[in-house]
């Protein structure tokens, strides 16, 4: 869960300095295999810490890597 440790030390770093409005995070299909994609996506989420006024988006991408993006209120 390295992403999941990258994504609590983000927001830990930020403090209360930026209010994230969205995060998503792109599961790569070629890291995870179709069969175990989905129960990965929903593990994923169920470990993640509850980000106040955040809307998190987990998805399957085609990419060869995974990708987190943040989305912060101006």
Not at 10 to 29: C, D, E, P
Not at 32 to 51: C, D, G, N, T, Y
Request: with cysteine; net charge positive.
């Amino acid at each position: 869960m390295e992403m999941k440790a990258f994504v609590e030390l983000w927001f830990l770093a930020l403090g209360n300095r930026r209010q994230a409005t969205a995060l998503r995070v792109y599961i790569s299909k070629a890291l995870v295999a179709q069969a175990k994609l989905q129960p990965h996506i929903q593990e994923f989420r169920a470990s993640m810490p509850r980000i106040p006024n955040c809307r998190i988006e987990l998805k399957g991408t085609d990419q060869a890597a995974h990708k987190i993006e943040i989305e912060y209120r101006r």
